[in-house]
T-cell receptor
Framework: GAVVSQHPSRVICKSGTSVKIECRSL??????MFWYRQFPKQSLMLMAT?????????EQGVEKDKFLINHASLTLSTLTVTSAHPEDSSFYIC?????????????FGPGTRLTVT | QQQVKQSPQSLIVQKGGISIINCAYE??????FPWYQQFPGKGPALLIA?????SEKKEGRFTISFNKSAKQFSLHIMDSQPGDSATYFC?????????FGAGTRLTVKP
């Protein structure tokens, strides 16, 4: 199956700093990638959808200036949490669509645990 | 607005038993219904998925039953094992729009 990686798996940063999370599709080219956020014992909440070479589409309530998404290539999307605060601490998960598969299928990365102190 | 409702919230099953998780959706435009398995600290992994043109799909011990008229679908795990203990999410999607259920925490007791 399609493989998606994320880096780093865990990151701790101080309040006010920025942190970048990378999402890569390893064995396919992903024209569309997605970023989700998951709080403990809760479901996945879509933050934004990014298409290669164009601006990301953010879900209602997600601050686009705080969560910067770049999808500069067909295998890499990045999420930068700017001026992080403790309430941004969460599990961030990316996913990607493999255009070789049927419509709708998404393959998820292993997630990144962000802790803001 | 919650577009996919999942139940139960938690489930405890004895080893060898059948685990059943149910989901209901509202938007008839959804055309892809996957189930994901998630272990603590890991990303969700696609378990099995179905499209609305079939009523059942089986892969090993996992079966999806799909009722288009009732807008419901369910996951059955036969011969449940302790290693199946995880959180399971149903989802419904159309194009790039995928909506998740709230999740079911399954515990299989040895």
């Amino acid at each position: 199956g399609a493989v998606v990686s994320q880096h780093p798996s865990r990151v701790i940063c101080k309040s006010g700093t920025s942190v970048k999370i990378e999402c890569r599709s390893l064995d396919f080219q992903a024209t569309t990638m997605f970023w989700y956020r998951q709080f403990p014992k809760q479901s996945l909440m879509l933050m934004a959808t990014s298409n290669e070479g164009s601006k990301a589409t953010y879900e209602q309530g997600v601050e686009k200036d705080k969560f910067l998404i770049n999808h500069a290539s067909l295998t890499l999307s990045t999420l930068t949490v700017t001026s992080a605060h403790p309430e941004d601490s969460s599990f961030y998960i990316c996913s990607a669509r493999d255009p070789r598969q049927g419509a709708g299928e998404q393959y998820f990365g292993p997630g990144t645990r962000l802790t803001v102190t | 607005q919650q577009q996919v409702k999942q139940s139960p919230q938690s489930l405890i099953v004895q080893k060898g038993g059948i685990s059943i998780i149910n989901c209901a959706y509202e938007n008839t435009a959804f055309d892809y219904f996957p189930w994901y398995q998630q272990f603590p600290g890991k990303g969700p992994a696609l378990l099995i998925a179905i499209r609305p043109d079939v009523s059942e799909k089986k892969e090993g011990r996992f079966t999806i039953s799909f009722n288009k008229s009732a807008k419901q679908f369910s996951l059955h795990i036969m011969d449940s094992q302790p290693g199946d203990s995880a959180t399971y999410f149903c989802a419904a999607s159309m194009g790039n729009d995928m909506r998740f259920g709230a999740g079911t925490r399954l515990t299989v007791k040895p």
